[in-house]
């Protein structure tokens, strides 16, 4: 490595535009951005937990059961397309996570359609994230 020295006669530096530090910014929490701030479990204010199978495939306070957790109870509360399969689940989810944890229900039979369904969750609470900061932009 050599080091070369400048001298009068050569150029000056290119011109660039004045250092501003970064800006930080927040958008919450994650829990309170995928789950909301209601408490622990308590989507939309409620005590009843929602997200049986999803607590038997992936575990309690695994990401992908809150983020569930939290799409589903929003498609049931607003009554927005889906909500009917969200009911039939409410209704018979809780016998089904039992029958995976007590290992009468294989896991492999469900991962895919929780997988499906996970990408869906992700996927919306990403667009509503953007909007927000889209919205603030303006």
Avoid at 6 to 13: A, F, H, I, R, Y
Avoid at 64 to 87: D, M, P, Y
Wanted: charged content about 25%.
């Amino acid at each position: 490595m050599t080091v070369t020295n400048k001298t009068s006669d050569s150029k000056s530096p290119v011109r660039r535009k004045p250092y501003t530090p970064p800006r930080f910014v927040s958008y919450g929490h994650v829990k309170d951005v995928v789950q909301g701030a209601s408490g622990p479990r308590a989507d939309s204010g409620s005590t009843r937990s929602m997200c049986w199978i999803a607590e038997a495939l992936y575990g309690l306070e695994d990401p992908r059961t809150i983020l569930l957790r939290s799409w589903l109870t929003g498609i049931h509360a607003g009554k927005r397309q889906g909500w009917l399969f969200v009911e039939l689940y409410r209704r018979v989810g809780r016998q089904v996570g039992g029958l995976i944890r007590a290992g009468l229900l294989p896991r492999w039979t469900l991962l895919p359609l929780f997988r499906a369904l996970t990408g869906k969750a992700f996927d919306a609470s990403a667009r509503l994230i953007s909007d927000a900061r889209h919205r603030r932009a303006l």
